[in-house]
């Protein structure tokens, strides 16, 4: 192929088509900023969520005459003989009474002993997974009645109604975060193949006389894909400049205090600044080379 | 000249078909209609046959059917019936990824010229051989050639919208001729043209025939096809009401109208003439040279 000429004719074209061409490069810019602003706080928010999910918690509480050895012994249950669990972490009545009269000095002190029994706090590999931990620790027998699996352990619990807020709440920022990101992607998607449609339509004339002179589809086509690619990687670029000037200047200084920004699930920048100028070549090349559709039918 | 080696080398590519039965014939129409989607007829039974070599006149009102007739040559369109056979060959059996490829064997020139905008009048005539892939040689070589001989050396690097109109038809006509196509379609070349112009551009039809193109022209411009005396076909409402070698714009008799315009035309022409001499001469020559007259 041709491939210097090609290129020569998309450059031609540019500076012949200057306006248009800035107006398809701006097109592309607005759009790698605003993916890569919402990406990440996507993301974010996704991953606060799933972290906030990763609180669902259920409490095994033992006997208040629970020995050491009985403790142990719960804890080897729990670890390897329950499903579904992640984490175990036990909590002793004095830590237990400690935190609790942090939160509430004056009702603690009203007590003279510590009425709390030790605990301990498993934590599901997946918050839908709690009722199945709950019905392995205290079977329901055919009567209805519960009975627990170990004669140290007084009461199984988990914060049912925290436990449905959470999930309902992850859900909604789940839905309207990958709602929006849809609306978004859509929006700029328009965008894009409008502005290029636009500047292939003050072209018609010109892709029609090529076809009269005998130009094939993929000979009128090549240059403007290689237009659209050049414009598009030039967007691309120009939109991951601000996007790092933005990083380097706003967001890492924040990152130290707030530890949402620095959210270890968010995709690296690195990753991120591909994706990005991916999408904007591809868009923009596939956006000249479909919209050229409409005027190739001569 | 580099042209006239060319010139063999240039022809097996255009693809001249077998003759067989249907005799030496470039253009073949046979019972060909074309209905448009709106409903409009645009030809109507039209069966004609136009021989290699031959220079034609398409004559007839607006609306006539003469560029119906242009667009189904160059498979702009699709007739609604009948057959038409271009170098033999029915155009019906070219799909569309061909048309491209059969095009480059017609050259066509527009009333409106069809310039590329953005181009110089080198790069306007380059395009129609870097679609065929002509080498950057080939081009160099080529294009100065066609241009001069089409009297445009001076304005090689000047943009269409820079030159007069007869200029740009030059230049229309030096693109169309560059590949030496074996057909040459003109649809109304003269039509945006002054009287003076269009001599100078019927000139280089008439070059181009005489080395050896076949060459039709659609036209309303009277005086032109009176003047030639050549082959005319006349079109009214889409159908062929006349087929006439050596024919007139109008028939034999409206000889008032016809006395007229020859007095006019032999009133004017000496003056034209004298005016045109002295820059014309010199690429009419050339294009002699070039392209050789062969019946000399």
């Not at chain 2, 129609?128 to 066609?146: C, F, M, N, S």
């Amino acid at each position: 192929m041709n491939l210097g000429f090609f290129f020569r004719e998309a450059l031609r074209s540019m500076k012949r088509n200057a306006v248009p061409s800035f107006a398809a490069m701006a097109a592309v810019v607005v759009t790698v900023l605003v993916l890569g602003i919402f990406i990440p706080v996507v993301q974010t928010t996704t991953g606060a969520a799933n972290e906030v999910r990763g609180r669902v918690l259920a409490n095994v509480y033992l006997q208040t005459k629970a020995t050491d050895a009985d403790i142990e012994r719960v804890r080897r249950l729990l670890t390897s003989e329950t499903p579904h669990v992640k984490t175990v972490e036990f909590v002793s009545k004095e830590q237990a009474y400690a935190q609790e009269r942090k939160k509430n000095p004056e009702a603690y002190s009203l007590l003279g002993s510590n009425p709390l029994p030790d605990t301990f706090r498993i934590t599901p590999d997946d918050p839908d997974n709690v009722a199945q931990i709950l019905n392995a620790l205290q079977p329901t027998s055919a009567s209805g009645a519960k009975t627990l699996v170990d004669p140290a352990i007084a009461e199984v619990k988990d914060k049912k109604d925290d436990r449905e807020k959470i999930l309902t709440a992850t859900r909604v920022i789940k839905l309207t975060g990958g709602g929006l990101a849809i609306l978004l992607v859509l929006a700029s998607v328009l965008l894009i193949s409008n502005t290029i449609r636009l500047s292939l339509f003050s072209r018609r004339r010109e892709v029609e006389v090529m076809k009269l002179v005998g130009a094939t589809d993929w000979f009128i086509r090549w240059p403007f894909m290689i237009e659209g690619v050049l414009l598009g990687a030039l967007g691309g670029i120009l939109a991951v400049l601000l996007l790092g000037v933005t990083k380097v200047a706003l967001l890492d200084p924040l990152a130290t205090d707030l530890p949402l920004l620095a959210a270890p699930e968010t995709m690296n920048f690195g990753t991120l600044i591909a994706i990005l100028l991916g999408a904007s070549v591809a868009v923009s090349a596939a956006g000249s080379g479909l919209s050229l559709r409409r005027f190739l039918r001569v | 000249m580099a042209a006239t080696q060319e010139r063999p080398t240039a022809k097996p590519a255009a693809a001249p078909r077998p003759a067989g039965p249907l005799g030496d014939s470039v253009i073949e129409f046979r019972g060909v209609s074309k209905v448009y989607e709106s409903g409009d007829v645009g030809v109507e039974n039209a069966t004609f046959r136009i021989n290699r070599g031959e220079f034609v006149f398409l004559v007839g009102s607006t609306g006539s059917g003469k560029s119906t007739l242009m667009r189904l040559l160059i498979k702009e369109h699709e007739v609604s019936s009948g057959v038409i056979r271009v170098s033999g060959r029915d155009l019906a059996d070219i799909d569309r990824k061909r048309v491209p490829h059969y095009r480059r064997n017609i050259g066509v020139v527009f009333q409106d010229f069809k310039l590329l905008p953005n181009r110089t009048v080198y790069d306007n005539v380059a395009y129609a051989l870097q679609v065929t892939g002509g080498t950057r040689k080939e081009i160099r070589e080529k294009v100065p050639d066609i241009l001069r001989l089409t009297g445009l050396s001076t304005k090689l690097h000047n943009y269409p919208d820079q030159l007069s109109g007869g200029e740009q038809q030059r230049v229309s006509v030096a693109r169309a001729f560059v590949n030496h196509p074996p057909l040459l379609l003109a649809d109304e070349p003269t039509g945006n043209l002054d009287p003076e112009t269009s001599i100078g551009i019927m000139q280089l039809l008439y070059r181009i025939n005489k080395a050896g193109t076949t060459v039709v022209v659609a036209t309303h411009d009277a005086h032109m096809v009176d003047r030639m005396r050549r082959r005319v076909i006349e079109l009214q409402s889409g159908r062929i009401i006349r087929d006439e070698d050596d024919g007139l714009y109008r028939q034999a008799d409206q000889n008032t109208a016809e006395f007229g315009a020859m007095l006019r035309g032999d009133d004017g022409m000496p003056l034209q003439r004298r005016g045109k001499t002295a820059r014309q001469q010199s690429a009419e020559d050339l294009f002699d040279e070039a392209f050789g007259d062969d019946d000399k």
